[in-house]
């Protein structure tokens, strides 16, 4: 059985209004009030992408996301959608790493996970 894998990152909500939008200037980042985040639309595609293989194929999907503090919604999506299983990586030392590290973290983690 093959293991379908797809990332998954929590952003903020591109449907809310700009209003709900401020720069943290200090932390020189964007936060939104009021909204709550959602799953990226993108890797929204690509698990639907994943779920019709799994249609088609004896497979099993793992979603996995890193980061601190994510949302539990964002992660129950994936599941609600048809994943078999989640894997979160939380930690604090997560915060504000380039991409680089980012990929390396998640590289080692699918390494984990299997094939």
Not at 82 to 95: H, I, K, T
């Amino acid at each position: 059985m093959a293991n379908i894998i797809v990332c998954m990152k929590q952003v903020l909500d591109p449907e809310a209004p700009v209003s709900t939008y401020q720069v943290d200037a200090e932390a020189k980042r964007v936060v939104q009030r009021g909204v709550p985040p959602v799953l990226n639309p993108y890797d929204e595609n690509a698990l639907e992408a994943a779920l019709r293989i799994k249609d088609t194929q004896m497979s099993k999907i793992t979603a996995i996301s890193m980061g601190r503090s994510l949302s539990k919604a964002v992660a129950r999506k994936a599941l609600a959608a048809g994943a078999d299983q989640m894997v979160l990586l939380e930690d604090s030392a997560f915060e504000g790493l380039d991409s680089w590290a980012t990929a390396l973290i998640l590289a080692a983690a699918i390494k984990k996970i299997g094939k």
